[in-house]
């Protein structure tokens, strides 16, 4: 029988590589208007849960809910630029 210490060693030995690469990096850069309107909708929708919702409380839902389309609409419609001379 194997002890756990054992195994943790198999797992975490290639998991701890040195972190997120730089096109990760970029990536995440790029899609980080998203992710502030989703944590900010998330938010809003926390502040509600415990209280009925209010007309200002739906306001701010609404709003909210626009940001993140908003933000989900201008990352699909940003174009990439691929480098001329045939490299992908």
């Known amino acids: 029988m194997k002890t756990i210490a ?15 690469s730089a096109a990760e990096l970029d990536a995440i850069e790029l899609e980080m208007p998203v992710i502030r309107a989703e944590v900010e909708l998330l938010d809003v929708q926390i502040m509600t849960l415990d209280r009925p919702v ?34 992908a």
Not at 54 to 80: G, P, W
């Open 6 to 20: 054992a195994l943790q060693d198999l797992v975490t030995a290639t998991s701890l590589d040195g972190g997120p």
């Open 54 to 87: 209010s007309e200002v409380d739906a306001r701010r839902i609404r709003r909210a809910r626009r940001r993140v389309m908003a933000a989900r609409r201008d990352l699909t419609n940003r174009t990439i630029t691929v480098p001329a001379g045939g490299a």
